[in-house]
């Protein structure tokens, strides 16, 4: 049973700085890409970032890009998602999933797991 879980969301004033973790159990985790969603409430659960299996490909939203980094350490079955210079709009849950492949996407039909999800608030 593979098994999410992040950590690191809270309550931060806009301009402010996060950092996301999301452990993840089972072997061989590069074998997968990793991605981070959000969910904001009304609405419907958006992507955020994307990493390969080994990471040596990212991707991310265009709401997102320049402010958010998206990283994974395959030793530690971990991903992050840095996130900087936050505003408002980045309110929302924030979840991990790991990908049906080793490649990433932007839809969530292709992720398998996915954690439970930690609250990102952030501040006027």
């Known amino acids: 049973q593979v098994q999410l879980v992040e950590s690191g969301g809270g309550f931060v004033q806009a301009g402010g700085s996060l950092r996301l973790s999301c452990a993840v159990s089972?072997?061989?985790?590069?074998?997968?890409?990793m991605g981070w969603f959000r969910q904001a409430p009304g609405k419907e659960r958006e992507f955020v970032a994307g990493?390969?299996?080994?990471?040596?490909?990212?991707a991310y939203a265009d709401s997102v890009k320049g402010r958010f980094t998206i990283s994974r350490d395959n030793a530690k079955n971990t991903v992050y998602l840095q996130m900087n210079s936050l505003k408002p709009e980045d309110t929302a849950v924030y979840y991990c999933?790991?990908?049906?492949?080793?490649?990433?996407?932007?839809?969530?039909?292709?992720?398998?797991?996915w954690g439970q999800g930690t609250q990102v608030t952030v501040s006027a």
């Open positions: 990493i390969s299996g080994y990471g040596r490909s990212t």
């Open positions: 089972g072997r061989t985790f590069s074998n997968n890409g």
């Open positions: 999933a790991r990908s049906t492949s080793i490649r990433y996407g932007s839809s969530p039909g292709g992720y398998g797991y």
